[in-house]
């Protein structure tokens, strides 16, 4: 439906009302962060997910931890898109909005389309509801809505009716059963099974089994209500999805994909691996997700502040512990002293920058790509660093890998650029079997002979990482100026200008390590869409599209941002135009048009939000057409 | 005078000689700077400490202080300003067998690096930090330091300094370090004596070595050195024995309400008036009480103002560890894939 594969609609009859079959839904939760709408968009998708289908999800929650009831900036939403094929976002437009006030409703009707159904709990729409989310006047019934399949479900007192036998729980906590009505309803309308949610509470409320009965209770409700009121009359069936490589699967947002990765590259290289780091949204879920693994010799450090965190991180990668840190943007701005340092010891350690909307404080909950040249050139001097961006959530676990393999190989901090969009969405994760990773190979120098703490292997140049400890390698190292192989403090002319060559080049050299570029469609042609981070999954909807409409567009979607894969001139230099679409103003467009003799055709958009499939395809229509923008 | 009690981890023949630890580079601090004499007594200390070579680490910031590794033919790292509490953190929890020092000073710790080191102080780190406290910066040739007095005129303060100083000593205890001593670079019997102190206790060790800066700020220590007034101007601490002090030994200190005082003895007043000094005290105030001693009108506490045992970040980090392998088995990652609600797909 809004996803861009066009949807097979046909009839079905079944008893209990007339089914509908559609490949892809989009469906929208939205409530006071208070009402447990994430909960409920997690609990839907990992029924779909259990069901059969594809999922991605995207929630989207305040940067307020409670800001006042039922307004606007108070509000959290939960969107799921579940399919019988393979999903690449979390979807456009919502075809379903379950809006449990007022403000969620004023909140997210531009977003619907016309046709979309509307799920209001019309017992939340009070006058000073309705005075909160800046309505004059109801607008249930009104033209504002026309056009929409608005359905005024008494959430609440249906709700309050399920529990009236219900004992030992306050009128208070019985409302905020409210959502399992509202998922059980979904769960009506979907042909979704109770089973998966049910367990969910008996084990999530396993010492109050008061509370996971009355949810249950609701649950049930809210599906018999659709059943039983025959108020809906569209029910839609998603079957399963048919062509899946077959395995195990779970769900997996990016930051949680960085956990599993990081304590993999870890475990793979038999290292304890240290993890220093100071909270901060949206990268904290890292922190909290390794801090829970100390049996894999997983150890944490939550520094008092960012320089803190950046700098433990250097002393156990000195001390030869598999190092990483995490932040976003502002964190990142303070944590660049310390990444100069590091790349000056030619120490290895990983550095996740979690994008999110800037500068300054900006926008914490909301995703973006503006720290790009941050990342590159935000430091003083000199200062080259490997950069890798995963192009999606899942792929965050390869990714992390990757990183501390560059960083191993080539003595060298790496970044690693995930944003505010990977890492809170979810899709499915085919768990591999962990002895299929390849192991990572670490040498630590323990021969004295010859040793010099600057000396370098010939193909990485890589210096030796010899670790405090090893008897007669007593070396200092530190950040002044230096003489190359001895690694002795200089202030000549020659050693500096020498050492700010070799640390280039070492750089540069990573690009013999990296697997070809990847592309999708024509191998030459009219248009390469040239994208990177989490566009991914819209670049790629979005071409697959145009190429379906008979449109010769080609991806290639950039996992190295530096040194950039030595094959990119080569495809560049294939497709009479080249588009590249960024939530930013054009950073990795100045880079490409800094580097390569095209000029670029950005596409930007710095809302906090990612690119919708049709942004991306509108432009790229555009850009084909016979009045379109020529390079 | 100080007992040192040597319960490190031994690891090598004790062999080990001063020159062992003398780096081939040449010693850049200007000619009569403090720093050679606390480099020499700590090149002389480490090898009686019973922890090989190989195991000891110094980290620095920057500041004439902070260039010490570069001396000690020992690991080391030459970090960045105010850093080396953060970066000496990360290395013993990664390396928790390395005995990691740090060399800081009065601008470096307690001035842009004042947040790192109260928080490694509080955390009780296992690592040892000497503050050389001169009240100037040196390297950047001269400006007013976070220990300057007040009326201390600088190239940064032409008028005399307005800002109020830090206590190092009363920083430390307010961060509740485990272990807090102050000595002296020119004293160099009760120097290494502390050194070796705070190389033997668990947790961090924080040591203030008043230290001369020859260019800048030559005068600084005068009533400490001087040997006409230092005995008045300085109390000794010695565990278990009275506060006495004087050249002469003919003063002490003593209680009057919750005030310290000076007393000359005699007269009535004896030894047994006086406040006895127990280092091992677990609440603070009497430690803060001795730091907060400052001439001209008590003299200065030298010693080790609080020396108590509390378990160290790194012993809590490896016990935790050690917990969670024992809870849940080493870590196996295919389980922890599966960690998840999880379906399957048949082919």
């Known amino acids: 439906m809004t996803d861009a594969t066009p949807s097979d609609s046909k009839q079905a009859s079944e008893h209990g009302g007339n089914i509908r079959e559609q490949s892809s839904v989009v469906i929208r939760f939205s409530g006071d962060s208070g009402d447990g709408m994430q909960l409920t968009g997690d609990q839907f998708t990992n029924t779909s997910a259990v069901f059969g289908n594809d999922v991605s999800t995207f929630p989207d929650f305040p940067a307020e931890i409670r800001a006042p009831a039922g307004t606007i900036p108070g509000l959290s939403g939960f969107q799921v898109n579940f399919s019988s094929n393979e999903l690449y976002t979390s979807g456009d437009t919502p075809d379903v909005l379950v809006a449990m006030n007022p403000a969620a409703l004023k909140a997210n009707l531009e977003d619907l389309e016309r046709g979309a159904v509307i799920i209001v709990n019309v017992d939340a729409f009070t006058k000073n509801n309705l005075r909160k989310a800046g309505y004059t006047e109801t607008p249930l019934g009104k033209d504002g809505l026309r056009g929409f399949e608005v359905h005024e479900v008494p959430l609440t007192s249906m709700t309050r009716a399920a529990l009236e036998d219900a004992e030992g729980l306050?009128?208070?906590?019985?409302?905020?059963?409210?959502?399992?009505?509202?998922?059980?309803?979904?769960?009506?309308?979907?042909?979704?099974?109770?089973?998966?949610?049910?367990?969910?509470?008996?084990?999530?409320?396993?010492?109050?089994?008061?509370v996971a009965s009355a949810n249950t209770k609701v649950l049930k409700a809210g599906y018999y209500y659709g059943e039983n009121t025959e108020a809906l009359q569209s029910r839609v069936r998603v079957p399963s999805r048919l062509a899946v490589t077959p395995g195990i699967y779970r769900r997996l947002t990016g930051n949680e994909a960085l956990v599993l990765g990081l304590v993999t590259a870890a475990q793979k290289a038999k290292r304890p691996l240290f993890y220093g780091s100071y909270p901060i949204t949206p990268a904290s879920p890292i922190l909290e997700g390794l801090s829970a693994l100390k049996h894999f010799d997983v150890r944490t450090f939550q520094a008092e502040d960012e320089i803190s965190a950046i700098g433990s991180v250097i002393g156990a990668s000195f001390g030869g512990a598999f190092s990483a840190t995490a932040s976003s943007g502002p964190g990142i701005a303070l944590k660049s002293e310390g990444i100069n340092l590091a790349i000056v010891l030619e120490l290895p350690m990983v550095i996740i920058n979690v994008q999110r909307g800037g500068p300054s404080t900006g926008l914490p909950t909301k995703t973006e790509q503006a720290d790009l040249l941050e990342v590159l050139f935000g430091r003083n001097g000199e200062s080259p660093v490997p950069v890798v961006a995963p192009a999606t959530s899942a792929e965050c676990f390869d990714m992390a890998i990757e990183a501390f393999r560059i960083a191993v190989r080539h003595m060298t901090p790496v970044y690693l650029l995930s944003d505010g969009y990977l890492a809170n969405n979810s899709e499915p994760w085919r768990i591999p079997d962990p002895d299929d990773i390849d192991p990572i190979e670490v040498t630590n120098r323990v021969d004295p002979e010859g040793y010099q703490p600057y000396m370098r292997d010939p193909h990485t140049l890589a210096r030796p990482w010899v670790i405090p400890g090893t008897p007669g390698m007593e070396h200092r190292i530190g950040g002044l100026g230096k003489r190359d192989h001895s690694?002795?403090?200089?202030?000549?002319?020659?050693?500096?200008?020498?050492?700010?060559?070799?640390?280039?080049?070492?750089?540069?050299r990573v690009a013999d390590f990296m697997p070809p570029t990847t592309l999708t469609g024509p191998a030459q042609g009219e248009l390469l869409v040239l994208g990177w981070g989490g566009t991914y999954g819209a670049i790629a909807a979005a071409s697959d599209e145009a190429r379906k409409e008979g449109l010769s567009v080609a991806t290639a979607h950039l996992r190295y941002l530096n040194p950039f894969p030595k094959d990119l001139g080569n495809i560049l230099g294939r497709y009479r135009q080249v588009l590249v679409p960024e939530l930013n103003l054009g950073q990795l467009s100045m880079l490409i048009q800094a580097r390569y003799p095209v000029r670029v055709i950005p596409l930007n958009k710095v809302q906090g939000q990612p690119f919708t499939i049709r942004e991306v395809l509108e432009k790229i229509r555009t850009v084909l057409s016979p009045q379109g923008t020529t390079a | 005078m100080i007992e040192a009690v040597v319960d490190a981890p031994v690891t090598v023949d004790n062999k080990l000689t001063r020159k062992d630890f003398v780096s081939d580079q040449e010693v850049r601090w200007c000619p009569g700077c403090g720093d050679y004499a606390i480099l020499a007594q700590m090149q002389k200390v480490l090898p009686e400490i019973g922890v090989a070579r190989e195991q000891i680490v110094f980290v620095s910031g920057i500041g004439c202080s902070s260039r010490f590794p570069y001396?000690?033919?020992?690991?080391g790292l030459h970090s960045i300003h105010g850093r080396a509490p953060t970066l000496a953190s990360g290395l013993k929890a990664a390396n928790p067998d390395l005995s990691v020092w740090v060399v800081t000073g009065d601008g470096d710790g307690l001035s842009i690096g004042g947040n790192h080191l109260i928080h490694c102080l509080r955390r009780n780190m296992d690592v040892k930090i000497i503050l050389f406290n001169n009240r100037i910066y040196g390297l950047t040739k001269g400006q007013y330091s976070p220990t300057s007095l007040p009326g201390h005129r600088t190239k940064s303060s032409p008028l005399g300094s307005i800002d109020y100083p830090l206590n190092a000593l009363s920083v430390a205890i307010g961060a509740e370090a485990t272990f807090v001593a102050r000595t002296q670079d020119t004293n160099t019997k009760h120097l290494s004596e502390v050194l070796r102190r705070a190389a033997a206790h668990r947790g961090t060790a924080f040591v203030e070595v008043y230290q001369n800066c020859v260019v800048y700020n030559p005068t600084a220590w005068d009533h400490t050195t001087d040997p006409e007034v230092r005995d008045d101007n300085i109390v000794f601490l010695e565990e278990g024995e009275p506060l006495v002090f004087g050249k002469d030994a003919d003063k002490g200190i003593r209680m009057n309400g919750q005030e310290p005082e000076v007393v000359e003895l005699g007269n009535g007043v004896s030894r047994d008036d006086l406040i006895v000094h127990r280092e091992g005290m677990k609440n603070t105030a009497y430690a803060y009480m001795l730091s907060r001693m400052e001439d001209p009108e008590m003299p200065l506490p030298f010693g080790i103002l609080r020396c108590v045992d509390r378990p160290s970040y790194n012993q809590l980090l490896t016990s935790q560890i050690e917990a969670a392998v024992e809870e849940s088995g080493s870590g196996d990652l295919a389980a922890l894939y599966s960690s998840a609600d999880t379906w399957s797909v048949e082919s």
């Open chain 1, 170 to 210: 306050t009128t208070a906590q019985k409302d905020l059963c409210k959502n399992a009505f509202a998922l059980g309803l979904a769960f009506w309308m979907f042909e979704r099974p109770l089973e998966t949610t049910i367990k969910f509470y008996e084990e999530k409320f396993a010492k109050r089994p008061q």
């Open chain 2, 71 to 75: 001396y000690m033919n020992t690991y």
């Open chain 1, 487 to 508: 690694g002795e403090v200089s202030y000549s002319p020659k050693d500096h200008e020498e050492m700010v060559l070799r640390r280039a080049e070492k750089v540069a």
